[in-house]
Each structure stands twice: as structure tokens, then as C-alpha cells.
């Protein structure tokens, strides 16, 4: 298990060696009254993740070990993220339908809770950063818009707004991830979720700031598909599909972000106890590696796939294209 847990502060917690690597950035979640959620993590600096150090490494006193990963250039798709050492993949099994998850933290609950938080300490955090959310959750018109997929990501603008608003996020925090072209639809729907929010604001959010805001968050955010109790969990739900609807929320996360797309990926995406990401290793990937991720259905018809990759991420797979032409 590779856990990196406080990527906000830029620590690695522990490395034991097996494929799996937590990436634990701080959170603030909601989760929605039809049942979708969203949730949006937030690194404050970036460049803290160049620096971190293993747990191992402190235990070993001091041993100088490099990250395990590192962020640099690819020939054809701006950054990427890289291994700095080989890692070996291990079985996966069957998947699991998605369970019922604490509103802040995802983490799944038992039987026995009937409020949506899994602890009074989500329950107050909650509180804080959602105190503008609230107000909308209350509105009738809500649950309405969060029946369109589409929305979710103003949803995700507005837990950042909350967070902006509250002290726990800066206003640029995302300024460093690649921005999206966004559809001028989009940008209305923001404006009619976000106006009531930002009328209790002050200073009131400009319509640049969530224009800015929701074009990074609509080409960067996740979906959520699993937040399993325990890592046997894991190991029997983590072989679901980016198409299935699994989905319990989705997220933004800084590191993750700079993983490019692979129709043939050596990593995925999973998520444990929890919403902290965890990075799988699908094969044994070298030293040195591009770590690659695939954003949509691999198994996905290939003009199907292209036609989501160039809407959706302005570029096509050329990966895909030799492999289907066979
Ligand atoms: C989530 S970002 C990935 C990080 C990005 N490379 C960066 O520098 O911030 C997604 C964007 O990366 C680029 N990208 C990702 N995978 C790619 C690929 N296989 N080929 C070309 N461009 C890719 C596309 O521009 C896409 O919109």
C-alpha cells in the first residue's frame, strides 16, 4: 500500500510497496438529496507534492529515497505524471453495488444511520463550508436541476464558492489545472444555481471567477464510482466501470488531474473508505512510466470514444485509432 495522506501539507505517510497509492487531499463533500453527490478536494499547493516524504523513508532515519512520482512534460499532452520506480500490479474481482455514503466524507455507512453523515465531526464541518449550500438544498428548485448530469459540475463551482467564502480554499486554488471550452448552456445554469449563493456573499463572486472556475472543474473533476468500508471491499468493486452507475459523487483532486489519458491505461482511479483517491496499478509499470488513466469506457465503440474524448477533452486517442484498425 502506497498511502499519501495529507497531500494538502505534502506528506507521504506511508510506502510499503505494492501497487496501490492514497492520494489523501483535503475534502469537502455534499452529498445530493436524489442521491448523486458531489465533492470537491482541494490541494493548496501543488508544488508540495514534488517534495513529499514517505513514512518508510522517516522510519528507515533518513534514508534519501526520491518520490515516488513526479510531474513532468509528455511529447504530445502537456504535463503527466511519472513513477520514479517500478511498481507491480495486483488481481482484482467482482463488482459491488455502490453504497449509501456520508454527505461530507463518502465513506460508506452502515445500516443503522438514518442522518447522512457518518460522524458528528462531518456533520460540522458540514455545516461550515456547506453554510451557503444549505440555503439550496432547501429550495425546491433543487432537486429538480440535480437530476441533469450536466449540473453537476456547477454544483462542484459552488462547493468552491462555499469554501472560497468560508476561508478554507483560495480563490484561485484551481488556476493551475487546464481549462475546458464550456458550452454557453453550462454557463447559464451556473448563473441561475450560483445567483442565491452569491447573493448571501460578500464580497460578491464575480461571473469571471465561476466562468474561470467551472471550465477547469469540467474537464478535471471525477466521478466517485466507489466509497468501499474496507480494502477487501476494494478488492471486490474496484473492476467497476467509468460507465456504470455507480457513481457516489464526483471530485476535483490536484495530483490526479495531471494523469493523461491511455485507452490502454496502466493506472485507475479507486476510492477505498472514503473520497481520498487511490491510484491502482493495472500492470507492472516501470520506472520512469507515464501514468495514464483512462477517462472514459475503454471498452467504449472507438468513434464513440473519440467522439467523447474530442468533446469532452479536445483531443483524440491516436492510441485507439491503431488499435481499432486492426
Ligand atoms: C485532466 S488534463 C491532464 C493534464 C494535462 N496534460 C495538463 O497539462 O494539465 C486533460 C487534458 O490533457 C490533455 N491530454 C490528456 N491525455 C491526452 C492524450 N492521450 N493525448 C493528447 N492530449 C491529452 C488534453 O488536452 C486534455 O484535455
Not at 64 to 92: M, Q
Not at 169 to 196: G, H
Not at 294 to 314: C, K, P, R, V
Amino acid at each position: 500500500m502506497f498511502s499519501i495522506s495529507q497531500a494538502l501539507a505534502g506528506k507521504i505517510d506511508s510506502l510499503s510497496g505494492t501497487s496501490l497509492w492514497t492520494l489523501t487531499l483535503k475534502s469537502s463533500l455534499c452529498k445530493l438529496q436524489n442521491g448523486s453527490s458531489s465533492s470537491l478536494l482541494i490541494s493548496r499547493s501543488f508544488n508540495n507534492l514534488a517534495s513529499v516524504t514517505t513514512e518508510s523513508q522517516k522510519q528507515q532515519s533518513q534514508v534519501a529515497s526520491p518520490p515516488p512520482i513526479r510531474v513532468g512534460f509528455t511529447e504530445s499532452a502537456g504535463r503527466g505524471v511519472f513513477t520514479t520506480r517500478s511498481i507491480k500490479s495486483v488481481n482484482l474481482s467482482t463488482p459491488l453495488n455502490p453504497p449509501n455514503v456520508c454527505y461530507l466524507c463518502l465513506k460508506k455507512l452502515s445500516p443503522r444511520h438514518v442522518v447522512s453523515f457518518c460522524s458528528p465531526q462531518c456533520r460540522d464541518q458540514a455545516r461550515v463550508l456547506f453554510l451557503f449550500m444549505f440555503f439550496l438544498l432547501q429550495s425546491s428548485f433543487f432537486p429538480g436541476v440535480l437530476r441533469n448530469d450536466a449540473l453537476k459540475y456547477p454544483l462542484l463551482v459552488k462547493r468552491l464558492a462555499c469554501m472560497v467564502i468560508t476561508g478554507v480554499a483560495s480563490a484561485d486554488c484551481l488556476d493551475i489545472l487546464q481549462p475546458a471550452s464550456l458550452l454557453s448552456e453550462m454557463l447559464y445554469e451556473v448563473k441561475n444555481i450560483l445567483r442565491d449563493c452569491f447573493a448571501l456573499a460578500r464580497p460578491v463572486p464575480t461571473k469571471q471567477w465561476y466562468t474561470n472556475v467551472l471550465a477547469r472543474i469540467s474537464i478535471n473533476a471525477f466521478r466517485i464510482e466507489l466509497a468501499c468500508g474496507s480494502y477487501e471491499d476494494l478488492l471486490s468493486s474496484a473492476v467497476t466501470s467509468v460507465s456504470s452507475e455507480a457513481a457516489v459523487g464526483s471530485a476535483v483532486y490536484m495530483l490526479p488531474l495531471l494523469d493523461n489519458h491511455d485507452w490502454d491505461p496502466n493506472t485507475h482511479i479507486i476510492w477505498i473508505e472514503n473520497v481520498d483517491a487511490r491510484l491502482k496499478a493495472l500492470q507492472d509499470i516501470e520506472e520512469g512510466e507515464e501514468l495514464c488513466i483512462s477517462y472514459i469506457d475503454a471498452s467504449m465503440e472507438h468513434n464513440a470514444h473519440q467522439a467523447l474524448l474530442s468533446a469532452g477533452f479536445g483531443f483524440q486517442s491516436p492510441g485507439l485509432r491503431s488499435w481499432s484498425g486492426d
